[in-house]
């Protein structure tokens, strides 16, 4: 009885974490938001803040002047809805295709399955640039140049994606799941709906962040395809410093609000990513 006390008490010590730990994540946290508090304190106040000695550590007064000034010099609204709609997207159908895809390359046997994976990796050494030019031209000859549909269609799946699914998809899901499913009468896209989803909604959570992300984020290949009435929002933030004086509080005002919906999204996706894990441990 001492003894287990003795190993509770142990086990009690080990677990509790020191306050080492808590500074060092919190030296983390702080250097994390750093950027975005300085975007932020930038973005409150004019240019004249840069060339001062020592910079106020506090915001100014002048974000939502700022704020409005972008919204007057490109069509932000526009962009923010551009970026929305395709970002939005590409991430439902790049999680579905790619869940699909990796649940049939983990647990289905159909011939040539291994050598059309190992090309869907080896794409992954390509570089995207490489095939701005022929894209170009197909989106000119079907006639989606200028418009979102140039920017949503060439990644409504990617390689990524599909590799990332499959490797999570070979051990969320035992095959025991998927016999069952068979004899109570499941169809295969039953049980990819019923079985497989629950079992990988970790990993797609992830995915969709990632791939929300890199589509808000992206730059060239809008800015190459898209018309300029038709911006996103990375299009339009390079042209609130195309001129030959770049005012960084109006930049970096923009820069913010841009900023917002991916943190909406991060913690949104996030809840779901600790929920699923969670939920794998009480299974577990």
């Known amino acids: 009885m001492t003894t287990r006390t003795g190993l509770r008490a142990k086990a009690g010590r080990l677990g509790k974490p020191r306050k080492a730990t808590y500074g060092v994540l919190a030296v983390f946290v702080l250097g994390s938001l750093f950027p975005f508090y300085w975007s932020f304190l930038v973005a409150s106040r004019d240019n004249g803040m840069l060339t001062e000695r020592i910079p106020p550590l506090l915001p100014g007064g002048n974000f939502f002047a700022n704020a409005a000034r972008v919204f007057d010099t490109v069509p932000f609204w526009r962009a923010l809805l551009n970026s929305v709609l395709v970002s939005g997207t590409v991430t439902l159908t790049t999680v579905l295709f790619s869940a699909l895809a990796g649940f049939a390359f983990a647990k289905l046997r159909f011939r040539g399955r291994n050598g059309l994976f190992v090309f869907i990796v080896v794409t992954l050494a390509v570089p995207t640039q490489l095939g701005i030019i022929p894209l170009f031209i197909a989106m000119s000859k079907l006639g989606w140049a200028g418009g979102l549909q140039s920017v949503i269609v060439p990644n409504l799946v990617t390689a990524f994606g599909v590799f990332w699914m499959r490797q999570y998809t070979v051990d969320a899901l035992p095959y025991e799941l998927i016999e069952a499913a068979r004899v109570d009468g499941c169809s295969m896209i039953r049980i990819f709906w019923n079985v497989c989803l629950p079992a990988v909604r970790p990993a797609a959570a992830i995915l969709a962040m990632f791939t929300f992300m890199t589509s808000w984020n992206d730059f060239l290949w809008p800015l190459v395809v898209l018309d300029a009435g038709n911006p996103t929002v990375q299009v339009a933030l390079e042209k609130l410093q195309s001129g030959y004086y770049v005012d960084y509080s109006l930049v970096l005002a923009g820069t913010t609000l841009a900023t917002i919906p991916i943190l909406i999204v991060f ?16 299974k577990g």
């Open 267 to 282: 913690v949104l996706l996030g809840r779901q990513i600790v929920a699923g894990i969670m939920q794998g441990a009480v």
